[in-house]
């Protein structure tokens, strides 16, 4: 075994051990009713880990609609900053810049970018209070920025990598911004790590890692697929695709994630699925939704032949789908698990985010390799600077 993983004295990791009356709970409350109190809209920079958690962790928001609207550019795309700005006041919006590191370039681009535009709109008297800033502690770019700026700078945790950090101050600052609740979220993960610590061999975590690892060891199975029949999960499979890829990807070894969402992708990827190469494991994520949703008219479905619409729901729909695919698939030999929470809740989301964290970490543990660093894209990198810095001034 090329590495092995170490656990902490009470058999979790830092992403794990994330409290839901921790000591940063305070100082991300406070955060929070400070950009609540003086902006509509919040832009959140940060790339990779630094946003992708927080967008999975704040797509239930909109079924609690905050006073705050989020906005999430963490593409770097010229045209979508553009087009923000366009929309955007200057004097109502706050900037939340994260980068564990401190260095990420998509995201000191952006700041300046946002500097700019702030500075030349309508501001408050002290531009730094529509800053706030996630970074580690000492000498970086990032902390010098909002020192400067004069304006509030929280820590980012030392010993949490940005793709594990959805449940720190990365994830829940957004999250309290959103109008959710931090502590359901973490009370959430930490009933998940509860039980991971009492019974290990029936963590849905460690089942996972163990079917993962011995299905492309004994049956050639190369790539993980997670499928949510729920639209507010969308940004979930972004996230733990992230996670997935480059905690697992090294040392010519690891198993490719895959993005799908119920019933769409129905459409679209799952004659590949069935009919394919057999070598996914399938995850279904559902929430139960029968008699949930618009019902149909039973007159107006039979009236066009319809009569198995006939006054069955949007969500009798979902769920039948859901359980034909998996059926399906089944038939067809492929290994299937399904995921099912009683409803679209921060505590089952923050449950499913530190199980999906601890599912990669045993399944690296596995494969022996080291689930915490990215190798491989440090080259890339460094040549993005070395060719920012030759192009003409």
Known sequence: MRYATKLSADGLLPFARQAHDGPDAGPIEAAAARI????????????????????????????????????????LCPFEMDLLFKELDTART????????????ETLAQLLACRAWLEAGDHSDNLGDHFTFITEPGERPLRTYGEKLGSPIL??????????????????????????????FRKGAEAVCDQFKADPASATAVVGAA????????????QVLVMPYAESLRAFTRWHGQLWAESL?????????????????????????????????CTFITVPSYGKGPRIDAAEAKAYGLDYMANRTI?????????????????????????VIDSLSEENLGGLFVSFMLETVVTAHLMGVNAFDQPAVEEGKILTRQYLSELPE
């Open 249 to 281: 990807g090294k040392d010519g070894l690891g198993t490719t994630p895959i993005r799908a969402i119920g019933p769409v992708d129905q459409h679209s990827q799952l004659q590949l699925f069935l009919d394919g190469p057999n070598d996914k494991f």
């Open 155 to 184: 820590a980012h945790p030392t010993d949490v990598g940005g793709r594990f950090s959805v449940l720190t101050n990365v994830g829940m600052l957004p999250v309290a911004v959103s109008g959710l609740s931090v502590e359901a």
């Open 315 to 339: 969500g009798d729909t979902v769920t039948c789908q859901s359980r034909a695919t998996q059926e399906t698939l089944r038939k067809k030999d492929r290994t299937v698990r399904e995921i």
């Open 211 to 222: 079917l993962t690892h011995t299905l492309e060891q004994e049956k050639g199975v190369t």
């Open 36 to 75: 609540k109190a003086t902006c509509d809209d919040l832009i959140v920079l940060g790339t990779g880990g630094s946003s992708l958690g927080a967008q999975a962790a704040i797509a239930i928001a909109r079924f609690h609609k905050g006073p705050v609207r989020i906005h999430t550019p963490d593409s």
């Open 94 to 105: 706050h900037v939340l810049a994260i980068s564990k590191s401190g260095t990420t370039a």
